[in-house]
């Protein structure tokens, strides 16, 4: 019985020395992690940054930290990102809980301090669970202060708060809401209500290319002054890309409820239901990164502002080459708007076939290359108002030469027969085409000659490849 107790008191004694190491140990395996974390976000290809940790303070349950994140180049844009971690195992939170806050320097505290004062402009708090997975609030204080150019100008911001989620396998969620921020100026102005942030993606790691789908959104747009009203319903932009191993997929797509501009014309114009989607496929992975490393090694060179737009020129030009040395393809996946005259609608897609050239690709050779099949349509009192808005100077001197009254009516209903034979002289032609209440188009080119309607546009083909030689 007493080796019993012996044995007992041992464990015992045992179990409660790994139970006081092991917060111990949680925290270096923090400090480690961060370590590791910092020194692959700097070896990135595509890093336009510098991370470094200014100090880190590991206690047995409590440690803090200093990360800073810099402009590369410019070590005078820079942020400080303090940590404060509590170590777990814990079952309010699990094995670790962190609260981080930034802390601006030189123009960036300038610039925002009015606005916040002592506040941080914004704070995560997150804790991992004991299966690994992060969970975030983030949170941003609300204001309400006078621009420091002075006058009555005042910015508001309706402060933030958000929740993200990071797995183990590098998936990143995050949803954030802002309710309101607003200029306000004696002379106008603007405003923007319900603004919402989403994103969904994996970051597998930093030799890896992002993949997911990112959204900002608004309930409203609006803003006035001296060029008239504008207001903006229901607006989104959405950004997606996928890494396809050898190739990236991105997208881009934007949409708007409905749009309302008053200006100087009579009546307000209205628009809804306004979409623009497009899509870049099969772009080679290799020349993406290769432009990566050209413009952060940019960044480092330290050139005056003349030379380094140049030199960013030519890294856009040696992308664009580098590009085409593959197989891109270029999707308007859809062009749409409806107004009170009718609406419009278009989609296409343009591929080119640059994998078997034996020297980099150039102008007129391009276009041999080239395959495009797109297709328009559009409400045919559409076109003859925007048609007749462009002619009403044309109509005025038709008008004036016969000696007929320009007034007003009259100038609208000699620009509105102006725009009509205008588009029977395209019907005729065979340019476009009549589809009840639209007026539509169909074309498409490959090796190197031109259709419309079906129909070769004979010499317009010819005229396009032969350019430039």
């Given amino acids: 019985m007493k080796k019993a107790l012996i044995a007992l008191g041992v464990l015992v004694a045992v179990l409660g020395a790994v139970a006081a190491a092991v917060p111990w140990y949680v925290g270096y395996q923090a400090q480690q992690s ?52 509590r170590h777990g195992p814990d079952p309010s939170f699990g094995w670790l809980a962190a609260e981080l806050t930034p802390a601006f320097e030189g123009e960036l505290r300038a610039a925002l301090q009015p606005f916040f004062v002592y506040e941080p402009a914004f704070s995560v708090a997150s804790q991992q669970d004991f299966d690994g997975v992060w969970h975030m609030t983030i949170a941003s204080p609300a204001f309400d202060k006078p621009l420091k150019s002075g006058g009555s100008a005042t910015l508001a911001w309706g402060g933030a708060s958000g929740t993200g989620t990071i797995t183990p396998d590098g998936r990143v969620v995050l949803a954030v809401t802002a309710p309101r921020l607003a200029l306000t100026a004696a002379d106008g102005s603007f405003e923007i209500v319900g603004l919402k942030l989403e994103s969904d993606g ?18 409203e747009i609006k803003g006035a002054g001296g060029a008239g009203e504008v207001a903006v319903q229901n607006a989104s932009l959405v950004a997606s890309q996928k890494d396809q191993g050898a190739t990236v997929n991105v997208g881009v797509a934007f949409k708007v409820g409905a749009l ?63 590009l085409l040395k593959g197989s891109p393809v270029l999707r308007l996946k859809r062009v749409r708007f409806t107004t009170a005259y009718g609406g419009f609608a278009a989609e296409g897609a343009l591929s080119f076939q640059g994998a078997d050239a034996k020297a980099p690709v150039v102008f007129p050779d391009a276009l041999q290359r080239a395959k495009f099949k797109g297709s328009a349509k559009v409400g045919r009192r559409l076109l003859q108002t925007v048609i007749a808005e462009r002619s009403r100077d044309e109509a005025k001197v038709q008008l004036e030469s016969r000696g007929y009254d320009a007034s007003d009516e009259s100038l609208k209903l000699a620009a509105d027969k102006v725009a009509e034979v205008r588009i029977q002289a395209l019907e005729q032609a065979g340019i476009v085409r009549a589809e009840g209440a639209d007026v539509a188009v169909e074309a498409a080119w490959e090796k190197g000659e031109l259709t419309i309607n079906g129909k070769p546009a004979e010499g317009l083909g010819a005229l396009l490849t032969s350019a430039g030689r």
């Avoid at 737009?309 to 580098?322: H, I, K, P, S």
Wanted: aromatic letters at 10%.
């Fill in 34 to 85: 961060m370590n590791e974390w910092v020194a692959k976000a700097n070896a990135a290809p595509d890093a336009t940054y510098t991370i470094s940790i200014v100090s880190y303070d590991r206690g047995w349950r409590r440690s803090t930290a200093v990360m800073r994140v810099a402009a590369r180049g410019d070590a005078h844009l820079a942020i400080d990102l303090r940590h404060r971690l």
């Fill in 202 to 219: 994996v970051f597998a790691s930093f030799d890896a290319l992002w993949t997911g789908k990112t959204t900002l959104g608004f309930k």
């Fill in 260 to 322: 309302r501009w008053a200006g100087e014309q009579p009546q307000p114009r209205t628009a809804s239901d306004i979409g623009w989607e497009v899509e870049l496929d099969q772009l080679d992975k290799q020349a993406i990164t290769k432009y990566t490393r050209s413009v952060r090694d940019l960044q480092t060179r330290g050139l005056p502002p003349a030379a380094l737009v140049e030199a960013f020129q030519g890294a856009v030009m040696q992308l664009a080459t580098d």
